[in-house]
């Protein structure tokens, strides 16, 4: 499995931002699908956002839309910009690759350790 890794998390107020990226091991195909998730102390794992590389058609969680967005950070890169953050925001976040637009999590074959984001009150 082709190993991705995330950074840019940390601890911020409510209201501020932070910009996460995902550095995948090689290229990153035109008809890869990267996406982010997110999983919060107790609660099952959800999608966050999706693009697909080559097309960049992206998919967001309705909790991220006009929040968040996903794009290409650079030939193997995905980031994941974050504003107006909310301490309901607050989980471990995870890159992952599949190869379909998908929200669904079995969908996707590769995935990172993940990044702490902690958004204070």
């Known amino acids: 499995q082709v190993q991705l890794e995330e950074s840019g998390g940390g601890l911020v107020q409510a209201g501020e931002s932070l910009r996460l990226s995902c550095a995948a091991p090689g290229r990153i195909y035109s008809s890869a699908v990267m996406a982010w998730f997110r999983q919060a102390p107790g609660k099952d794992r959800e999608f966050v956002a999706a693009?697909?590389?080559?097309?960049?058609?992206s998919k967001y969680a309705e909790d991220a839309k006009g929040r968040f967005t996903i794009s290409r950070g650079g030939a193997n890169t995905v980031t994941l910009q974050m504003n107006s953050l909310k301490p309901e925001d607050t989980a471990v976040y995870f890159c992952?690759?599949?190869?379909?637009?998908?929200?669904?999590?079995?969908?996707?074959?590769?995935w990172g350790q993940g990044t702490q984001v902690t958004v204070s009150s």
């Open positions: 992952a690759r599949g190869n379909t637009l998908t929200t669904t999590v079995s969908e996707y074959t590769s």
């Open positions: 693009f697909r590389w080559g097309s960049q058609i």
